[in-house]
């Protein structure tokens, strides 16, 4: 069984890992945007702006996600700690 110290310990480094994949993803987009979409364009046959739209929706539910699911909880956690 997984003691309260141990989850907030595996939710703390998975609100980490999750933040900075969050991070990287859109340093990613933002940066080689236009490599990106030339890519995705081929693949899915699909204009440019609705590929914008599919990586700012993307981004954003992953970051709801990772809020909810993850960073809410560990903070929680701490706060239940006191």
Do not use: C
Request: aromatic residues 14%.
């Amino acid at each position: 069984m997984m003691t309260l110290a141990q989850l907030t310990e595996l939710l703390g480094w998975a609100s980490v890992l999750n933040i900075g994949f969050i991070l990287f993803a859109t340093v990613l987009v933002v940066s080689m945007k236009s490599m990106v979409i030339s890519i995705h364009r081929k693949i899915f046959d699909i204009s440019e702006y609705d590929i914008s739209l599919v990586y700012f929706r993307y981004l954003a539910n992953y970051k709801l996600l990772t809020l909810v699911f993850v960073v809410v909880p560990y903070l929680s956690l701490k706060i239940m700690e006191q």
